[in-house]
């Protein structure tokens, strides 16, 4: 014991010296050998907390309060955690509290108060403000300590309040800094954020607790007031943002608050408002009127003061009338003194009562505009209800009903009670609104409402009046009945049930009934509508009982009941539509009649039958905007359509009426809505088809329009047609949009049937004409000429039988120009042109010859030509009857012109059209006389120019002056172009003549950009294309020409003669370049363009000769032999009338061509004599009719051509003669030389034999690589067995087969003959005639004669098929194997099906006739 106590004293003196490690040291030492040594354990501590080790100290005095809890230990812990500040205050607190408590237990008070207050103010001054609102928590009441020290420290009420503002003002920050970081998250929504992190805050938060001790501690009553405001508001808030399964204890929570300030008459609005709004009673009368008073005292200010004010202060209000007493002025009181001090700073609050029933309309309207109050809603639901203003109710009640479900989510409180109110009164409005419209949704709601009540009287009485109006009588009768048991004194319930029964027909019941009412409601007092409404429907019981004429034009009988019903109430419509029906059926009195119409109409739009008798008088007047009016007004009424369920039948004539006044305004869109609208309720409504019909083609939607208008007759297969009435506009309707569709045959067949029913129609007639020039105009486009033709033909012929008023028709006069213009276009059949029908059309009416007179001082076009007479030779017939069509067609423009002449547009338009026929009539002159200005030219150029006079917005005008004046003068063709550009910039046809005109200038570049342009305008347009093909040609690419030429070709129509002109053309250049992978099939179509070209202009030689070059090369022989016979004639007469060298040159080339033509078809006399002349033409080389290149080729083709004819007729020598001379003058052409030598060796002359070898060396020494001349010295040498030469050739030909220069032909040909050299060789064997095969196998395994040789030599199927396959694969437009040899492939499998298909595919070979044969007899 001694022994320690001096280790103590040790451990103090080292301490006291400051001697930290040796008091360590001697503690420890001391610990080691007594561990439960207080003492020791505070020395260790003390001297770890002086070295700056406060984990360690913390620790130490941590064991040594284990050991015993003394002051010394506790003192030490608080200094070492002031020593670290804010980190330890939380330890700080709890060290602090208990010696606090230590010195509380041994009555050292102010020992206890400074540990707490040093700690405070510690806490205070180095902690945050959440850490000073926890070291705040030891001096309240909650404290441990606080009896203790009751008195010495601040009151509660100020600390509470401390820690309330600083509470506050945090969490207001902490949420506005949630919400800021919250709302940055992807897919965050503000309201969303908010909610959430108030919830988070609120819930969490103290102030709730704070506020309540506040209540019960301050002694002052004005912050005890203003903290149970702040709590009402704090957990009002917290209700709001609380989850919904726990809203219901919030929610007592918040009433009780409510209710309690409202108890003490404490003005806080929320509370009051709560109080008030939260009472969901059964009944308004239900509510403590004092409060309310109260509330409208309090807050005069407030919406629901307004309308709590208008209410009460009204009759319709339950509560008992407030007296309001004015006190009388105090005695001797100065005039001075009336003004209070608050009216200085605006006054206080004053409190307004309405005196009238308008005043407290307007004040309730206007408090209940801005308010969201659920009692307010309710009272005005009720007052707009007593007033009848359903409209304004149902708005009302949609908008109550939806702030009631919000303030039920917020809150969680449920208002049943208003619930049911709002149903009701928003079910009964919508009965009366807009009836029937809103049934289905007012019974619903009424249901709803007797499903929670089944005795609500309100909602019994609505439904039976819904049943009332869906004509369930027996169901309405109930409902009413049921309701009277409740309310039997409402007069208008027996009253509604008495026109029940007269609605069943039972009129005298329902008579008895109303007549019993009638007193009881003129000493009652009733509303005049009520009593208009019961004298109506008894004078309607009335009229119904005794439907006699004398009965009810009485002026007694229901007649006097509708005045009474008009006396009681004047504007009561449904007494109007009676009357006016009196008056219009039996009083046969119109002009009263629809003043009673109106005036019903315009009283209520439910009066359907008013508006139908007063639209169908406007109908009949053709005013057509009344009827609109009129339509319009029964179709907002919401009578149009029943609702779902119902048994009324729709109202489709307001619908249908508004389609036909649509329709006549041009208002196509609202026309189809109008129309379809009406067929959904009655989809039997021929008319309405009809109309729609109509509508659906006029806004350009045909293929609906088709369909309504087939429904439309199918009603006229059915119905009676003297119902219907007219049942051609259906056909005509249907035959215009045929028209429109481009369907025109189909068109003019309905035209027809229109016309012979009814021939006095003269639009019909029109119409007809007009098609059938269509139709013959896109027959042109078609290629279909002779259909054209017909066309154009029965035009003509049906104008002469149509009514004379038509001929001051400018549509009657156009449909025969075009019809003239076609024969024009077609010249192959201007010969059909009916010339006398022409005539006899244009004397039609014209008395006067002015009417031809138009600009015939320019164009001299008369009608001399057109009605001459007499016979032309046949070389001048063609160009006499072009003339005929021609100024016909002139004629008819020109009388368009003149029949137009009151009509501005029309006339512009017949000027446009005379320019272009006269413009036809230039471009059909020939080529000499148009290189010059001619009189239809002028006279074009006249006519556009007065069609911009009389329109110049049109940028078609514009654009065909352009065209007429590009080569007469370009600037104004240029300035043309350019103003029709700019009034239509997206003109295809502009941009592309705006391109040729900067081709005639040479201005390659504009060129390219405007044809550029035209063809991003329009990219089927294929004159732009043909364009950009002579831009290229001019930039030399031949081959990109082609192209464009070719797209221009396929996108063009048959019209288009420049491009059929153009595209053969352009391909023939390039078959003259002997391109590779050209085939037959794509000389078909340049054919079939140079044919229509021939019918398009006849008299284009150039081309026809161009025609015969092509069927040349297709085996055409006897079509080509036709056209160039013809084009000898021609030729031959053009050259001696005028002796010109160019008419020799093209006859001599014509010849050349014709024999070479006779020749093909084996009529070898004729192509002797034809190529003949041909040399004789070409012989003589000083002359200029042909260029030295034409010369030589015309010459060696010619010579040719007689040498094979000469062979082919067994004149042997001089076939040989004429190849000779060939050769000489071709420079030994190597495939001549061919011919020759093949010729040569078939005389079989040594001699012969010998020339032909010694040829064909000669050109192999040339052209080494002449395929044909090798072949032939092979075979020679095969024949001669000349074993030298054979193999010459043999490795000429190896090197050959590996060229690509080589075509397929050749290939099998070079085959052929080294199958040949292995059959007949010394030491031919099997194996290598197979070799030889399978050789040309591998190396040509895509064509098909290798394996179709080598399935002859093994006689295998595989091979056989392999052909086949291949040659499959090897046709058109892949490959270009031929015909013959698709059908040896066939033939070549053994099979009769493919036997069947190689005759099929080529009936003149052998090949498939041989395999069926052989198929067959095996």
Not at 53 to 65: G, L, M, R, S, V
Not at 884 to 900: D, E, M, Q
Not at 1255 to 1284: C, M, N, R, T, Y
Request: glycine content about 6%; some cysteine; proline content about 3%.
């Amino acid at each position: 014991m001694a022994s320690i106590k001096a280790s103590l004293k040790a451990i103090n003196d080292a301490i006291r010296q400051q001697k930290w490690d040796d008091a360590l040291g001697l503690a420890e030492n001391l610990i080691a050998r007594d561990p439960n040594n207080y003492q020791a354990h505070v020395f260790k501590a003390f001297a770890l907390d002086k070295k700056n080790q406060p984990e360690f100290a913390e620790a130490a005095y941590t064991t040594a309060i284990g050991i015993r809890s003394d002051a010394q230990a506790w003192q030490g812990l608080v200094k070492l955690y002031e020593k670290q500040g804010p980190k330890a205050l939380p330890k700080y607190q709890v060290a602090a509290l208990k010696l606090a408590e230590i010195f509380r237990d041994a009555n050292e008070m102010y020992k206890c108060q400074d540990v707490v207050d040093k700690f405070i103010d510690f806490a205070r001054a180095r902690g945050d403000r959440a850490q000073y609102v926890q070291a705040l928590q030891l001096i309240l009441p909650s404290s441990p300590i606080y009896p203790a020290l009751e008195g010495r420290v601040p009151h509660p009420a100020k600390t509470y309040d401390t820690i309330a503002q600083i509470l506050e003002v945090d969490e207001k920050k902490r949420i506005n800094t949630l919400i800021g970081e919250r709302r940055t998250r992807l897919g965050a929504k503000l309201s969303e954020v908010t909610l959430e992190v108030n919830r988070e805050v609120l819930c969490q938060s103290q102030l709730g607790e704070i506020y309540e001790q506040l209540t019960l501690w301050t002694q002052d009553d004005d912050v005890r007031r203003q903290y149970e405001e702040k709590l009402l508001q704090f957990r009002y808030d917290r209700l709001i943002v609380t989850p919904a399964p726990d809203k219901p204890a919030e929610l007592q929570v918040v009433q009780k608050l409510a209710n309690d300030m409202v108890i003490i008459k404490h003005p806080f609005k929320l509370a009051w408002d709560i109080a008030v709004e939260w009472q969901d009673h059964k009944e308004i009368k239900d509510w403590d009127v004092n409060v309310l008073h109260e509330y409208c005292s309090f807050f005069p200010d407030s919406d629901l003061y307004r309308v709590l004010t208008g209410f009460m202060t009204s009759d319709l209000s339950p509560f008992p009338k407030r007296v309001v007493e004015t006190p009388a002025p105090p005695v001797g009181a100065s005039e001075a003194d009336d003004e209070s001090e608050d009216d200085e700073d605006g006054g206080a609050p004053t409190s307004v009562v309405p005196y009238t029933d308008e005043d407290r309309l307007l004040m309730m309207t206007e408090g209940i505009s801005t308010t969201n109050s659920l009692l307010a809603h309710r009272i005005m639901g009720e007052y707009y209800q007593h007033l009848e203003e359903h409209e304004s109710n149902v708005e009302l009640m949609r908008k109550a009903m939806q702030i009631m479900v919000t303030e039920t989510e917020k809150t969680g409180k449920v208002f049943t009670n208003a619930n049911q109110s709002f149903m009701l009164y928003l079910g009964t409005a919508l009965v009366f609104y807009q009836s029937p419209r809103n049934h289905a949704e007012a019974k619903f709601l009424f249901d709803k409402v007797l499903e929670v009540d089944p005795t609500s009287t309100s909602a019994m009485i609505g439904v039976g009046l819904i049943y009332e109006e869906e004509e369930e009588f027996d169901q309405a009768i109930n409902f009413l009945g049921r309701a009277l048991k409740g309310d039997s004194g409402n007069l208008r319930v027996q009253a509604e049930v008495g026109w029940l029964y007269a609605l069943k027909g039972d009129y005298t019941r329902g008579k008895a009934e109303l007549e019993s009412l009638l007193p009881a409601m003129v000493r009652g007092s009733v509303s005049k509508d009520l009593l208009a409404q019961t004298q109506y429907r008894l004078g309607s019981c009335v009229w119904n009982i005794d439907p006699s004429k004398a009965a009810r034009k009485s002026r007694n009988g229901a007649y006097a009941y509708f005045l009474d019903a008009l006396k009681s109430n004047f504007n009561y419509a449904p007494a109007y539509t009676s009357l006016g029906i009196y008056y219009e059926d039996y009083a046969k009195d119109k002009k009263r009649a629809r003043r009673c119409f109106l005036k019903a109409v315009e009283l209520s739009s439910a009066e359907v039958e008013s508006a139908e008798r007063l639209a169908r008088s406007f109908a009949n007047d053709g005013d057509w905007d009344r009827v609109e009016l009129v339509a319009q007004r029964v179709v907002d009424s919401g009578k149009v359509r029943p609702p779902p369920g119902s048994k009324k039948k729709g109202i489709s004539w307001p619908l249908s009426a508004l389609g036909v006044a649509e329709l006549n305004k041009q208002d196509y869109a609202k026309a189809i809505v109008s129309f379809q609208q009406a067929l959904r309720i009655a989809p039997e409504d021929y008319y309405s088809w009809v109309g729609l019909g109509e509508s659906y083609h006029n806004s350009g939607r045909y293929i609906a329009a088709t369909k309504a208008i087939q429904n439309a007759q199918k009603f006229e297969e059915h119905a009676d047609s003297s119902k219907l009435g007219d049942i051609w506009f259906t056909k005509y309707m249907l035959a215009n949009v045929r028209r429109e569709l481009g369907e025109f045959d189909d068109a003019v067949a309905l035209y027809q049937e229109v016309i012979s029913d009814r021939p006095e129609e003269e639009g019909v007639a029109i119409a007809l004409m007009q098609t059938m020039v269509e139709n013959a105009l896109d027959s042109v486009e078609k290629g279909l000429f002779g259909k054209s033709i017909e066309l154009a033909t029965g035009a003509l012929s049906f104008a002469l039988t149509a009514e004379t008023n038509m001929t001051s028709n400018f549509n009657f006069w156009k449909a025969i120009g075009d019809s003239c213009s076609i024969f024009s276009s077609i010249q192959s059949r201007v010969q059909d042109f009916p010339a006398d029908n022409v005539a006899k059309l244009l004397e039609l009416d014209a008395k006067d010859e002015s009417v031809y007179t138009v600009l015939a001082d320019v164009d001299n076009v008369g009608k001399e030509v057109v009605f001459a007479k007499g016979l032309f030779p046949d070389d001048e017939k063609l160009g006499v009857d072009l003339t005929r069509a021609l100024h016909a067609t002139i004629l008819a423009h020109k009388r368009a012109i003149h029949v137009s002449a009151d009509d501005i547009h029309a006339q512009a338009v017949a000027y446009y059209n005379l320019g272009w026929a006269e413009h036809r009539a230039h471009l059909c002159l020939s080529p000499q006389l148009r290189v010059r200005s001619s009189r239809y030219q002028k006279a074009a150029v006249r006519c556009f120019k007065r069609a911009i006079e009389l329109e110049a917005g049109n940028p078609e005008f514009w654009n065909s002056l352009g065209v007429v004046t590009s080569e007469i003068n370009p600037s104004v063709a240029q300035h043309a172009f350019v103003r029709c550009l700019f009034l239509n910039e997206r003109s295809a046809h502009a941009w592309s003549n705006l391109g040729a005109l900067a081709l005639l200038q040479n201005d390659i570049k504009l060129a390219n950009e405007a044809f550029t342009r035209s063809q991003s305008n329009d990219p089927d347009y294929s004159h732009a294309w043909l364009g950009q093909g002579f831009v290229a040609l001019l930039y030399g690419d031949a081959k990109e020409a082609l192209g464009l030429f070719t797209h221009a070709m396929d996108i063009s129509e048959s019209s288009s003669s420049l491009t059929r002109r153009q595209y053969p053309t352009s391909l023939f250049d390039h078959i003259l370049s002997d391109p590779a992978g050209l085939s037959v099939v794509s000389l078909i179509q340049p054919i079939f363009a140079l044919s229509q070209l021939r019918h398009l202009d006849s008299q284009d030689l150039a081309y026809q000769h161009l025609s015969t070059l092509y069927q040349e090369r297709t085996n055409g022989s006897l079509e080509a032999i036709s056209t160039l016979e013809k084009a000898c004639e021609q030729l031959e007469a053009n050259y001696e009338a005028t002796e010109s060298a160019e008419s020799l040159a093209k006859f001599a080339l014509a010849k050349t061509d014709l024999a070479r033509s006779y020749l093909s078809a084996g009529e070898y006399a004729e192509a002797t004599e034809c190529g003949e002349m041909a040399l004789q033409l070409s012989s003589d080389e000083t002359a200029n009719e042909l260029t030295a290149e034409q010369r030589k080729k015309a010459r060696l083709s010619a010579n040719l051509t007689v040498g094979l004819a000469e062979y082919f007729s067994q004149n042997t020598k001089a076939a040989v003669s004429y190849f000779e001379v060939a050769l000489e003058e071709s420079n030994g052409n190597p495939d001549a030389v061919c011919v020759l030598a093949q010729m040569l060796w078939a005389t079989g002359t040594d001699e012969a034999r010998e020339q032909a070898r010694t040829i064909l060396f000669d050109v192999i020494e040339k052209d080494p690589s002449h395929i044909q001349s090798v072949l032939l010295l092979g075979v020679i040498a095969l024949l001669d067995e000349d074993e030298e030469s054979l193999d010459a050739v043999v490795s000429e030909l190896q090197t050959l087969r590996t060229s690509d220069k080589v075509t397929g032909a050749e290939h099998s040909r070079i085959g052929e003959v080294f199958r040949a050299v292995a059959t007949l060789s010394e030491d031919s064997t099997e194996d290598g005639i197979l070799v030889q095969l399978q050789s040309d196998v591998m190396l040509y395994p895509h064509l098909p004669h290798g394996w179709s040789r080598l399935a002859e030599f093994t006689g295998e199927e595989y091979p056989a098929d392999m052909a086949l396959k291949v040659a499959l694969k090897a046709i058109p437009p892949r490959g270009e194997l031929g015909a013959v040899d698709l059908a040896d492939a066939y033939a070549g499998t053994g099979k009769a099906a493919d036997a069947q298909t190689a005759i099929f595919i080529a009936p003149w070979s052998s090949s498939g006739w041989q395999s069926l044969g052989s198929v067959v007899a095996s």
